[in-house]
């Protein structure tokens, strides 16, 4: 099945700097999505992209759906310490069982004081 | 604005016993969805439905029945529960049956199969 690697597993960084992290497929999708679950809470939706190319912000937070749909990436800029947690990128075909989400390990954000 | 709400939060069982997760949502979503995570895993899912009456298998489903018998309720049964089970789950509804992206999550029910 269709897979999702997500980049970094974890990282540390100290508060005000910039965050990185990419998703990448093997496979293409439609729509690519990036979620942020909080320590004991559900995943909360943070950026939904749905056409190849297109950069979307989010506060804080810029999102890229790759051009070639394979990819996507999700920047963080100048993080705070409420910016811990796991953050998900997510890929998505439409119509029947492909509708479902495949959703990348995750990357672990943990920010120094 | 109670959104998607799992029962119970926390629960314990023996190996072999059965129970049953609870799943409601208030915003009128006709796609349902259960997730189970497990550490280094990501969200794998178990069971989907896109509207009363209608279910489907996800990635995951052995070991799992589900129902829908409402719009609002989306109950996720465990048969005969095993340690492989140990797991957190959390259901999920969106308002589109097609384009489903856009996921509402509630806050997780952490089972322990001993």
């Known amino acids: 099945g269709q897979q999702l690697n997500q980049s970094p597993q974890s990282m540390f960084i100290q508060e005000g700097e910039d965050v990185s992290m990419n998703c990448t497929s093997s496979?293409?999708?439609?729509?690519w999505l990036w979620y942020k679950q909080d320590p004991g809470e559900g995943p909360v939706l943070l950026i939904a992209?749905?056409?190849?190319?297109e950069l979307t912000s989010n506060g804080r937070l810029t999102a890229q759906f790759g051009i070639t749909r394979k990819d996507s990436f999700l920047n963080i800029s100048a993080s705070i310490p409420s910016d811990v947690g796991i953050y998900f990128c997510a890929g998505q075909n439409y119509g029947g069982s492909q509708g479902n989400l495949i959703f990348g390990k995750g990357t672990k954000l943990s920010v120094k004081p | 604005n109670a959104g998607v709400t799992q029962t119970p939060k926390f629960q314990v069982l023996k190996t072999g016993q059965s129970m049953t997760l609870q799943c409601a949502q208030d915003?009128?979503?006709?796609?349902m969805s259960w997730y189970r995570q497990d550490p280094g895993m990501g969200l794998r899912l178990i069971h989907y439905s896109v509207g009363a009456g209608i279910t489907d298998q996800g990635e995951v489903p052995n070991g799992y029945n589900v129902s829908r018998s409402t719009t609002e309720d989306f109950p996720l049964r465990l048969l005969s529960a095993a340690p492989s089970q140990t797991s957190v789950y959390f259901c999920?509804?969106?308002?589109?049956?097609?384009?489903?992206?856009?996921?509402?999550f509630g806050e997780g029910s952490r089972l322990t199969v001993l």
């Open positions: 496979s293409i999708f439609n729509t």
């Open positions: 999920a509804s969106s308002t589109n049956r097609v384009n489903t992206g856009e996921l509402f």
């Open positions: 915003m009128n979503h006709e796609y």
């Open positions: 992209l749905y056409k190849a190319g």
